[in-house]
């Protein structure tokens, strides 16, 4: 990855762009995750592997993926307008970004930036949770709540989510509320893809995943998905897909590094995909 500074950003031709958001404020059970990004990067530069997709692309030789650096948004209320700020950056100089988190509380403020660029925005919501809370333990921004904050706010037409297998009273009720479509789990069998040809945003909690195959994170819960079927989802994406985070990667969790290069294998499959539609 190229590295870019605000200035060397090209303003011409759309490039797929990663970036860090160091942030893990509203970590619902442990902190951590705001030292992801750079664990992903190390990962991603580490000689124990390539930056070849499986689609043919090699990273290290394309013109059109870059590396934007990190945010790391303060510990005050400011946060969730740096974290849109930084995006919008991006967008306007007409990048597809994928952001590496981060606590999932960030993908409040990266939707609303993609939202203000794309009126009709599909989400796809791969993650063993809803987060569909209204609040959680006092807070209406946790990583438990941010996609209750994008449905209240319209800033979707419509929400998939798929992996999910905690879902309480309370987020059966958000979910019918807002017209989710929640595919358990137990149904994954039955998962389809958005079918429209409408701008795509995806939200990857790394939760998603089994913990046999992503240990490293701060709510693992079995019964998951494996990385081959995580990588078979982004495969099949058939619509453009202008946006990504990567969310939820704990370092703390991870000694042996594992869950870093599942981060970084979605991060390549990702990558490929932005630029084929
Ligand atoms: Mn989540
Ligand atoms: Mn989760």
């Not at 797929?16 to 902190?31: K, L």
């Not at 195959?213 to 982004?234: M, N, Q």
């Not at 453009?240 to 599942?262: F, Q």
């Amino acid at each position: 990855m190229q590295r870019l500074s605000a200035d060397t950003l090209p303003n011409d031709h759309p490039t797929v762009a990663v970036a860090g958001i160091c942030y893990d404020g509203q970590s619902s059970f442990m902190p951590g995750a705001a030292g992801a990004p750079d664990r992903i990067r190390a990962a991603y530069h580490s000689d124990s592997t390539n930056q070849c997709c499986e689609n043919g692309f090699d990273l290290a030789n394309v013109d059109w993926f870059a590396d934007a650096g990190n945010r790391r948004p303060g510990p005050g209320g400011n946060w969730r307008a740096e974290i849109e700020g930084f995006a919008a950056e991006l967008l306007s100089r007409r990048m597809r970004t994928i952001f590496l988190g981060g606590d999932h509380s960030i993908s409040y403020p990266l939707v609303r930036a993609h939202a203000d660029s794309y009126a009709d925005l599909t989400i796809l919501h791969l993650d063993a949770h809803a987060d569909l809370y209204d609040s959680f333990a006092g807070s209406r921004y946790s990583n438990a709540c941010p996609f209750a904050r994008i449905m209240e706010e319209n800033l979707a037409q419509k929400l998939i989510q798929a992996g999910i297998r905690t879902l309480t009273p309370h987020q059966r009720e958000q979910a019918d509320r807002w017209n989710v479509e929640v595919c358990e789990m137990k149904d994954r069998r039955s998962f389809k893809l958005p079918q429209s040809r409408t701008p795509l945003y995806l939200s990857l909690d790394l939760d998603v995943l089994d913990p046999a195959f992503a240990p490293g994170v701060s709510h693992p819960e079995p019964g998951g998905y494996s990385t081959r079927e995580v990588v078979d989802i982004i495969q099949a994406i058939d619509a453009p897909l202008i946006g990504a985070d990567i969310v939820e990667y704990n370092p703390l969790k991870d000694p042996t590094g594992i869950t870093a290069l599942v981060a970084v294998k979605l991060l390549k499959e990702i990558a490929a995909k932005m630029v084929e539609v």
